[in-house]
């Protein structure tokens, strides 16, 4: 058997390499040439723990990396995994997957395999029936369920642990039509991943499961940061241990409770738009997705608030960022809060300093020579007038008196509460912990 996977991002380059190091016969396509140079010779383009050593026991066994989309046209199973951003009005931007079936289709004209396409990407309900069958279908001049196979696969892995998701997903969702390629996709899948509850049931439905997933997420993530405010004003309150405490109820679960400055990356926001565009445009107001949304952006406003609170004007002082990476152990900072953050700083001209372990260089690409990068947490602090920790990767947990010394004022906002235990010479403020006057 052989497999193809179209797009070679965190979900499509995730999927590769794990299929691939299991002995899969595996070709990647990607449009990007630099990336592919840079895969095949066995580099991640961007961190993920565990990737690149998954992609080098693929390489040495059975994984072509291209892009050239005519080696399609043996494959017995095409996974397409390209990007679905989203346009400056929410709505999904669906050109690279229509691209990308595009030259499936005209490879599938040419071939005389029966192939199953599975879509990964995230679109909203009605494009595989409505955009991606009647391209392939008119591309190709063949007929879906007869001459191939079509399949909506959603994907639910979460950045930082892609490979582990990938290996071990909490379900497999398979839209489409009860088709020999329906059963047969189903038998892949059962064997790739025993014991994991498989969901067969319609193009829309399986396309509409990934955003009730994400949405759901959203909720929650905005459901305790507006507690966490709450608590904020209630003097020795502790969310953590709320959330903790609630999150031992089966009926609630302690997952997506972690209060904090908003939920940011390049799943949540845009799927929320998307879906938040998709209710209105078929006529149901999306009355609390709305809601989830403000609460987000609100989240933002209450961090400037508390510095303009503490520090008058923002113009020209210096604020130091730690952590621009949309969470910890990743490098991707699309639609990350911290660059958000930065972004409406600078707009009120103040003087920025970052660090962040691992995405100093996607921060760079941003912000340019805007900012200032540290090279180390005590670096970024030097001269500071306040520092803002944004998200908790595990360095930040050994900041002291000591790294705060040099800080021209102590003034430090702890949206995870990383440092809460600690007795900070510093007028310390964490998201979620009542400030005892
Ligand atoms: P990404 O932006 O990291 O990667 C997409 C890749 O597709 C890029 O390498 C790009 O060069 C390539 N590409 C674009 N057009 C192409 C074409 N015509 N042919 C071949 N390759 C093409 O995206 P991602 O984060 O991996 O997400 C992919 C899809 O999966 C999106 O729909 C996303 O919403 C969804 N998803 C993402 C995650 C996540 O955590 N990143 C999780 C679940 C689902």
Redo the contacts with the bound molecule.
């Keep these: 058997m052989k497999i193809a996977v179209?797009?070679?991002?965190?979900?499509?380059?995730?999927l590769t390499s794990v299929l691939a190091s299991k002995g899969n016969n595996v070709i990647g396509?990607?449009?990007?040439v630099e990336?592919c140079k840079k895969i095949r010779s066995g580099i991640a383009?961007?961190f993920e723990p565990d990737l690149e050593k998954m992609l080098r026991i693929g390489l040495k066994k059975k994984l072509t990396i291209t892009?050239d989309?005519s080696l399609v046209k043996d494959c017995d199973m095409i996974f397409?995994?390209?990007?679905?951003?989203q346009k400056s009005n929410g709505a999904i931007e669906l050109?690279?997957?229509?691209?990308?079936?595009?030259?499936i289709g005209r490879v599938l004209a040419k071939s005389k395999k029966s192939p199953i396409v599975l879509i990964?990407?995230?679109?909203i309900p009605g494009t595989m029936q409505n955009v991606i069958l009647p391209i392939l279908e008119r591309r190709s001049g063949k007929k879906a369920g007869r001459e191939f196979g079509l399949i909506s696969n959603?994907?639910?892995?979460?950045?930082s642990s892609?490979i582990r998701d990938t290996k071990f997903p909490h379900v497999i969702v398979l839209g489409g039509y009860q088709t020999k390629f329906m059963k047969k996709a189903k038998s892949f899948f059962s064997k790739l991943h025993p014991n994991v509850s498989i969901t067969i049931t319609n193009h829309q439905t399986a396309e509409m499961i990934?955003y009730a997933n994400?949405s759901f997420l959203a909720t929650k993530i905005s459901f305790i940061n507006q507690l966490s405010n709450i608590c904020q004003n209630i003097p020795g309150a502790n969310i953590d241990d709320i959330a903790k405490t609630i999150g031992l109820d089966p009926r609630i679960g302690a997952l997506f409770l972690n209060a904090g400055p908003g939920y940011g990356?390049?799943?949540l926001p845009?799927?929320m738009k998307a879906l938040i565009n998709f209710a209105d445009r078929i006529g149901t107001n999306p009355t609390l997705l709305n809601a989830v949304e403000k609460t987000n952006q609100n989240q933002m406003e209450n961090i400037i608030s508390l510095i303009e609170k503490k520090l008058g004007k923002i113009a020209s002082k210096r604020i130091t960022i730690l952590g621009t990476a949309f969470k910890p152990n990743t490098d991707?900072v699309?639609d990350s809060i911290a660059i958000e953050l930065i972004k409406k700083l600078l707009k009120k001209k103040a003087k920025i300093t970052i660090y962040d372990p691992k995405a100093m260089r996607n921060t760079m690409k941003i912000f340019e020579g805007k900012i200032v990068y540290a090279k180390s947490i005590t670096d970024a602090l030097n001269k500071s007038q306040c520092a803002i920790m944004m998200i908790h990767w595990k360095q930040f947990e050994a900041l002291n008196n000591n790294s705060i010394k040099h800080m021209k004022r102590k003034f430090i906002i702890d949206c995870r509460r990383i440092l809460s235990k600690k007795e900070l010479d510093a007028e310390y403020y964490a998201i979620g912990i009542g400030k005892k006057e």
């Design positions: 179209i797009g070679l991002g965190f979900v499509g380059l995730s396509i990607d449009v990007d990336k383009p961007f892009d989309f397409v995994a390209a990007g679905t951003p050109s690279m997957i229509k691209k990308a079936v595009t030259s990964k990407s995230t679109v959603p994907e639910f892995l979460q950045e892609a990934k994400n990356g390049s799943c845009k799927d991707d699309r």
